[in-house]
C-alpha cells in the first residue's frame, strides 16, 4: 500500500558535520561522497556505470525493440575516461569508508575488470568475487555469442590490514540451510511485479533484485549500521536497507530516479523486532570456561561424559578438569588426546546423558548464554 504522505527528501551538495541518514543527496557522486565526513560509512555498495558501448539498437527475431542500456550516464568517450572517472569515485568512496567497512561494486564483463584494477591500485583488498548467476538471463538475441547470464560483485575492505569488518557467517551458513554459503549465487534478475514502470516503461534500465541486495546487506552489515550507495538509481540499496534496520544514503544527479526511488521507499515497512535478529557469530558470543558450568552446578563433578559413540568416556572434575583413564585436562586437551587428533572442540565432542539420550554439553553452555541474557 502507498503511503499517504511523500517524504521526499533531496539534498543539495555542502559540506557535512554529520551523516544525512536515510536521504537522497543530489548531484555529483565524487563530489557529494568528498562532502561526507572521514571514516563515517560502515558498506558502500555501487552498481556504477557498465560502458557497455552499445552500437545501434537492438532487436529480438519477431523484429520487437529490446529495452537494453543505452542511458547517457552509461556513456563515456574512451576507456582512459571511464578508468579516470572510476578512480576518482572509488578514492572518494575510500576516504569516507569506516576502517572496520567493506565495499562492493557489481558489474558485467564490460567494466569489472577494469574496476577491479583500479580497486587494487589504490588500496582495496578483495575479499571474494561473487559470481551472481541469473536464473532468468535475458538471451543473445543475435546469436553471436554465449548467453551473458552472471555479472561479477566484488567484496572488498580497506586494505590487507584492516580485518576487523562484519561477515555473518553463521547468518549466511543458516540463510543456506546449514550450509556454508558459496561464492557463487543463483538468483533472478528483476522482473515482473517487483520491476518499476513508469508509463509501462522500465523506471529504470539496471534496477537490481531485492533478493540480491538482502544477501549483500544482511551478511556484511548489523543492525543500525550506514549504508551508502553512490549510483542510487531506483533505490533497491535504500529499500533494502530500510527493511533490514540500517540507514542508507543515496547519491543520484536525476530527479526521475530521485522521485522513482523515493516513493518506492516510503512504501517499505521495516522489519522490528525479533523479526530483525539474524544467528550471531560464534565469536562474538559471550565466553563461558566449562568451569562455569561446574560452579554453578549445571554440570556436576563426577558426571560422566562420552564421546556420541561411548567410544570414550570422562568423568567431571570439581576444578572443570575432566580424568579418562589417567588423562587429565580440559575438554579439549583430553578430548584431542584419546583420538589421537591435534585439536578437538570439546563442546561438540563431549557429550552427557538427559533421559536416557545423549547431547552435546554445548546445549547446557547455550542454556547459561540464553540466562545470562
Sequence with gaps: MKASKKTKTVTKAKTYAELPLDQILQGNCIELMN???????????????YNMQLKGDLHRP??????????????????EVYDDFTRQWLTAARRILKDTGTIWVIGSYHNIYRVGSILQDIGFWVLNDIVWRKTNPMPN??????????????????????????????A????????????????????????????????????????????VLLSSTN???VVLDPFFGSGTTGAVAKKLGRHYIGLEMEDKYIDLATDR??????????????????????????????????????????DPSKRHTAKVRA??????????????????????????NGWTFWHLEVKNSLVPIDTVRQKMRAEMH
Excluded at 586494505?159 to 555473518?168: A, D, P, Q, V
Design 35 to 49: 562532502s561526507l565526513p572521514e571514516n563515517s560509512v560502515d558498506v558502500i555498495f555501487a552498481d556504477p556505470p
Design 62 to 79: 519477431d523484429n520487437s525493440h529490446v529495452s537494453a542500456v543505452n542511458d547517457d550516464w552509461d556513456k563515456f568517450d574512451s576507456f
Design 141 to 170: 538475441f543475435r546469436g553471436t555469442r554465449f548467453t551473458n547470464a552472471h555479472e561479477t560483485l566484488l567484496w572488498c575492505n580497506k586494505g590487507e590490514g584492516f580485518n576487523k569488518y562484519t561477515f555473518n557467517y553463521d
Design 172 to 215: 549466511m551458513k543458516a540463510l543456506n540451510e546449514d550450509i556454508q554459503m558459496r561464492s557463487d549465487w543463483v538468483l533472478p534478475i528483476c522482473s515482473g511485479k517487483e520491476r518499476l514502470k513508469v508509463n509501462g516503461h522500465k523506471g529504470h534500465s539496471t534496477q537490481k533484485p531485492e533478493s540480491l541486495l538482502y544477501r
Design 223 to 225: 543492525k543500525g549500521d
Design 265 to 306: 521507499i516510503n512504501m517499505v515497512e521495516p522489519l522490528t523486532g525479533d523479526a530483525l535478529e539474524i544467528t550471531p557469530a560464534k565469536r562474538a558470543q559471550t565466553r563461558i570456561p566449562f568451569g562455569n558450568l561446574v560452579e554453578r552446578g549445571m554440570i556436576k563433578p563426577g558426571t560422566i561424559l562420552s
Design 319 to 344: 576444578d572443570g578438569t575432566i580424568i579418562s583413564n589417567d588423562d587429565k585436562g580440559s575438554i579439549h586437551q583430553v578430548g584431542a588426546r584419546v583420538q589421537g587428533a591435534p585439536s578437538c
